[in-house]
């Protein structure tokens, strides 16, 4: 049979295949042996600088790690090689080898699967991602901690390429937010006992599932986020907004971290009106609430307040924490840096990061007062 012929009837198959099934991979390659006759296949990741061998079919190589593809002995007179690109971006590079020279026609067939195969892989790793997350929620505290560490060498496979992360994750926000939304509304209908009431303990496990989510959540909005402000894919949506109830939704949010370390939040604040990007000024709020929570003592105090003095809204959030160095004053505020306490607090290091570029998308900025020994308060003004 022709080819061309072969494919139009082979190449529907790739679509049929669940991508969350553990034997995707293997269906794919096997879909691609009926279309093009091959000894083995490879999946190579790209990073900045190596590629690794991520799946394969009859390998005859005996390690995974390469610095390129022309490096590599296939043990075979032939081959074809296609970039799996996503928006141009070459994060994966397919190979296929055989004893017997591939025809033109073959090359030229081989050019369309490959394109077809980068969005199959692509949703694959997708769906590996999601499912990580919503294990983490499912299994105890304790198995979440090791499910963190999973999701963090999950992360770090696609942070390593700088650009692949900006223009690959900035696009799929929604579909990692989804389901931990979903677990965290869940456990708050549980603790509000509107299904029936709940045991002591039950209460306590329930409210662990709430607080690790909030965390978890934190964590991977701010990668997401932080990748959306490189990519340039982050825009503002203005309306006009009572920021009292802007405020009120977030306290009701992270109130179960604040009670967890027996903090008392003192609100000041009057209903004030801003136009601005209603989600983003919550975001805004969050990150320095959840900040503050971190680093202030049990038993202390946070204090939040919002003013508004002709057409400029000032933000303020106090705690009484150890207070921040003056030599760290700036450094916390770039990607990655936490301060003094690097590692001791379990954090991504952005979310100051993305609060400063929030506030300056709205024309705004963000100050920070510390003493060491003294607490922190970070002042945020934005135009109204």
Do not use: W
């Not at 293997?26 to 490879?42: K, L, P, Q, T, W």
């Not at 709430?210 to 982050?234: F, P, Q, T």
């Not at 949010?253 to 008392?264: G, N, R, S």
């Amino acid at each position: 049979m022709d080819i061309f012929k072969k494919s139009i009837n082979e190449i529907n198959k790739f679509f049929k295949i669940d991508l969350r099934a553990e034997s995707s991979i293997d269906e794919i390659f096997d879909v691609m042996h009926g279309i093009i006759c091959y000894d083995s296949a490879y999946i190579f990741y790209v990073f900045p600088d190596s590629i690794k061998l991520e799946y394969t079919r009859n390998s005859k190589l005996k390690k995974q790690t390469y610095t390129k593809v022309d490096d590599i002995n296939f043990n075979c007179k032939h081959k074809l090689i296609a970039e799996l690109k996503i928006d141009n971006t070459i994060f994966a590079i397919l190979v296929i080898t055989r004893g017997t020279e591939f025809t033109k026609d073959e090359t030229s067939v081989y050019s369309v699967v490959s394109d077809i195969i980068s969005s199959l892989v692509k949703n694959i790793e997708l769906n590996n991602i999601i499912s990580l997350q919503v294990k983490a929620q499912q299994e105890s505290i304790t198995e979440l901690n090791k499910a963190y560490k999973t999701i963090e060498k999950q992360n770090k496979k696609i942070l390593k390429a700088d650009k692949i992360k900006s223009d690959f994750i900035a696009n799929i926000s929604h579909e990692l937010r989804t389901p931990l939304n979903s677990i965290i509304g869940f456990s708050d209908l549980l603790v509000s006992k509107c299904l029936g009431e709940l045991t002591p303990r039950q209460l306590e496990y329930v409210n662990d599932i709430k607080v690790s989510g909030l965390h978890l959540l934190g964590m991977i909005n701010e990668i997401l986020d932080m990748s959306k402000i490189e990519s340039g894919a982050m825009h503002l949506n203005r309306t006009i907004f009572s920021t009292k109830q802007a405020i009120d939704e977030v306290l009701n949010i992270i109130e179960p971290l604040a009670l967890k370390k027996d903090i008392m939040v003192v609100r000041v604040y009057g209903d004030e009106t801003i136009n601005a990007d209603y989600q983003k000024f919550q975001q805004i709020l969050f990150n320095l609430l959840s900040n503050a929570i971190k680093y202030t003592p049990e038993k202390g105090t946070i204090k939040i307040n919002c003013t508004r003095a002709g057409d400029e809204l000032t933000l303020k959030i106090k705690d009484n924490g150890k207070g921040i160095d003056k030599k760290y004053q700036k450094t916390i505020f770039k990607k990655f840096e936490q301060g003094p306490d690097k590692g001791a607090i379990n954090s991504t290091g952005l979310g100051l990061t993305i609060t400063r570029e929030l506030a300056a998308l709205h024309g705004g900025k963000i100050t920070l007062k510390s003493e060491e020994g003294k607490g922190a308060e970070f002042i945020v003004t934005l135009p109204c």
